[in-house]
């Protein structure tokens, strides 16, 4: 954690800041490896501090040796006591992470400056523990789906399915969901982002799975589509055409290269293919301690000139939805390593007719 505060120093300088005001539990996690739903942290150019209430003020005490823990009482106010006793003058926070009436509560005599996404390269690039706690949670989320596979049957309903994962989840020392798990069948598993629900899982039909985990802090992310019976010809050529995007769009991470085009690379594939119309969304996202974070993988995208590099980890996940029929989509995490991209998880990409 210091090297990471080190580097919110370096930050400082570059933009001419006395100190940060962190607010967003991710960032405030991020730095202290302490998670609060009422935490602060501040930086200065030689000191950070975490200030949380009284439910966590003991434990965080405890959890946090070698940093100042501040007892937050009376807002805002404990804040700008802190910042005094700093001698800060222009001090940063986290624009994006904000509400309206926070900003305006924001006075005691600083020059407030508003720095969205302050953080994102950083966390973009994860140091050697972030990735081995990423590839220890992927493990355990391949050992949750392996676990379902041969309790996967026609007349299960899809909340029943989504309530077996979650249970495993707990099972193998999980803190739980990264996102609402999508269990999706039939026709649903046309709409990308369907919300499982009380629909039956029938035989004859593709059933999606995506599910994330949450592991000392960190996400998982991972989809697979199966065939429950044997698959029909027509979803067996477009599982293929999936399953190749995503591997090309592998093939194709390469540190140095735009992200934006690991997102061309999968998307005119699908194209030539005839599906083009059908992959309604972008190729993948930066995951780590949040879901969804940068880089966006995107080739029209605000991040489609960002360079990969060693340490990045991001999705991939082509997808191809025909409305009314089903969906097929594919996903895995990737880390940069060695210069290449490098699936996380071992489930292979094969199709599994259940």
Request: net charge positive; charged share 30%.
């Amino acid at each position: 954690m210091k090297k990471r505060i080190e580097k919110v120093q370096k930050l400082l300088e570059k933009h001419n800041l006395d100190a940060f005001l962190f607010t967003s539990q991710a960032n405030v996690f991020y730095l202290s490896g302490f998670r609060s739903s009422n935490a602060y942290v501040v930086v200065s150019k030689d000191s950070y501090i975490l200030l949380t209430d009284g439910r966590y003020f003991e434990k965080a005490k405890q959890h946090l040796k070698d940093w100042k823990v501040v007892l937050l009482e009376g807002g805002l106010k404990r804040v700008y006591e802190v910042l005094r006793d700093m001698k800060a003058k222009a001090v940063g926070y986290e624009e994006d992470r904000i509400s309206c009436e926070f900003r305006k509560r924001l006075r005691g005599g600083f020059r407030w400056v508003g720095k969205p996404n302050f953080l994102k390269h950083m966390r973009a690039i994860k140091d050697p523990e972030e990735i081995s706690i990423m590839k220890e949670g992927v493990r355990q989320s391949d050992k949750v789906y392996k676990s379902l596979l041969p309790r996967l049957k026609a007349g299960l309903r899809e909340l029943e399915v989504r309530a077996m994962i979650v249970e495993e989840f707990f099972k193998v020392g999980a803190f739980g969901e990264s996102f609402p798990t999508i269990v999706a069948s039939g026709k649903a598993s046309a709409i990308p982002h369907w919300e499982t629900s009380n629909r039956p899982v029938k035989h004859g039909e593709a059933l999606l799975i995506d599910m994330g985990l949450l592991w000392k802090g960190y996400c998982t992310d991972f989809t697979r589509t199966l065939y429950i019976g044997r698959a029909k010809e027509e979803f067996k050529r477009v599982y293929q055409v999936v399953r190749d995007a995503h591997l090309y769009a592998l093939e194709g991470v390469r540190v140095g290269r735009k992200i934006g085009e690991i997102d061309r690379i999968a998307r005119e594939y699908i194209r030539k293919k005839g599906f083009g119309k059908f992959f309604v969304h972008s190729t993948g996202h930066g995951v780590g301690i949040e879901i969804h974070e940068f880089p966006r993988v995107y080739y029209k995208g605000v991040d489609k000139e960002v360079k990969i590099e060693e340490g990045m980890v991001f999705t991939i996940e082509p997808g191809i939805y025909i409305g009314g029929q089903f969906g097929v989509r594919l996903e895995n995490i990737v880390v940069v390593e060695d210069g290449i991209g490098k699936p996380l998880s071992e489930i292979p990409l094969d199709l599994v007719e259940i």
